[in-house]
């Protein structure tokens, strides 16, 4: 099955807290329920998270009792405010949130039972797309991938990738498809070790070769000229192209301009968002201190200790070599080329004659 599956009326995620072999099934019949596996990172990743948020929005249709249009939209708007507040720093939920909001306002449904049926429809596209998408991206981003190459990964950008593709996963799984000899670094991603849990897990199952390492390892790796590329995933990607990522990717990407290696970003137009201007506007989520202090419940630090536990950090624009998305290959100056795939420029063409008083 897929990682995000709806299955007759039923929402059915794999539950990634869990080793993904074990293959445990989590079902979530109303938003609520999708809106708490998406906080306790049952589903993670951010395409993956916009995918099941689209469906807690058609889940949200299908149990509202509405029997008018009218009070329908308000128990969608509802709905949608519990997602949004699921989590905060993926900017995927809030588009596939809004994108379904607009999808039930859409003129040409007259009733509940229209808008019900809509909604159910967009959310199958929604997770439908970002298979397709994460193919594109794999084919874009296995251009930069050569014969050897050693490939340092941090997190998991695949939610699964043996079955979806995947951002910065799918770039490796389609290296790997068309021949070419590689080796992945598997980051552990501490705190929440997706990195040794999941990734390791994807790459096994796709036979490519990989090693995990400690993620304060990466800096030695990339000394002794090891690392040919670093890929990672995003989370948020502001107008100036500042890439918000799991925590550490910040480092990686200083690391690897230090080093002179090519430090690329893999994500889908959706993450990108142009209402955020820069890195430092993004919300980063932070999250409960037991994810550091603790592994798998066993106490790992003192008793007293305190931690702190951002779950993602920014990335400056200028430290990034390239953002891999399903349209091509975005290089700097990355806010023209974000405007131009978004297909924003007309409107700031006509914001330039305005200024000008035309
Ligand atoms: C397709 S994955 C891109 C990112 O979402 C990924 O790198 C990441 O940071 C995931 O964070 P998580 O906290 O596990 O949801």
Redesign the pocket.
């Known amino acids: 099955m897929r990682s995000v599956e709806w299955h007759d009326g039923v929402l059915r995620l794999i539950d990634?807290r869990r080793l993904p072999h074990e293959m445990v099934i989590l079902e979530c019949e109303t938003p609520e329920a999708v809106a708490e596996a998406i906080r306790t990172?049952a589903v993670?990743?951010?395409?993956?998270?916009g995918a099941a948020a689209a469906f807690g929005m058609a889940l949200a249709a299908l149990r509202s009792p509405a029997s008018d249009r009218a009070a329908l939209l308000r128990d969608l708007e509802a709905a949608a405010r519990l997602l949004k507040a699921s989590?905060p720093?993926?900017v995927?939920l809030f588009w596939a949130v809004d994108r379904m909001l607009r999808r039930a306002a859409d003129e040409g449904l007259e009733d509940p039972q229209a808008v019900r049926e809509a909604l159910v429809a967009e959310a199958i596209r929604i997770a439908e797309e970002d298979v397709e998408t994460n193919r594109r991206m794999g084919q874009y981003g296995a251009t930069l991938i050569r014969d050897g190459d050693t490939i340092l990964h941090?997190?998991?950008?695949?939610?699964l990738a043996t079955v979806d593709y995947?951002?910065?996963?799918g770039v490796i799984r389609t290296a790997h498809e068309q021949g070419k000899r590689i080796h992945v670094l598997v980051d552990e991603?501490r705190p929440?070790l997706?990195g040794a849990r999941l990734t390791a897990w994807e790459l096994l199952q796709l036979g490519i070769p990989f090693t995990v390492i400690a993620d304060g390892a990466a800096g030695y790796f990339m000394r002794k000229g090891k690392v040919n590329i670093v890929l990672?995933?995003?989370?948020r990607i502001a107008a100036n192209g500042d890439v918000?990522?799991?925590?550490g990717?910040y480092t990686l990407a200083v690391l690897a301009r230090e080093h002179g290696i090519p430090f690329y970003v893999?994500?889908p137009t959706s993450?990108i968002d142009p209402n955020t201007p820069n890195g430092d506007a993004i919300p980063i989520?932070e999250?409960d201190e037991r994810e550091v202090l603790e592994i798998e419940g066993v106490p790992i630090a003192p008793r007293g200790a305190r931690a702190a536990n951002p779950?993602?950090d920014v990335t400056p624009a200028r430290y990034i070599t390239g953002i891999i998305t399903e349209k091509g290959i975005l290089y700097p100056p990355f806010d023209l080329h974000i405007r131009r795939a978004l297909g924003l420029e007309q409107e700031d063409l006509r914001d330039v004659v305005a200024l000008r008083g035309l």
């Open positions: 990634q990172m993670r990743g951010a395409p993956a998270i989590r720093t993926a995927n941090h997190c998991n950008t695949g939610a995947g951002t910065a996963l991603t929440r997706q990672v995933g995003a989370d918000a990522n799991k925590v990717t893999v994500a993450t989520e999250r779950a993602f």
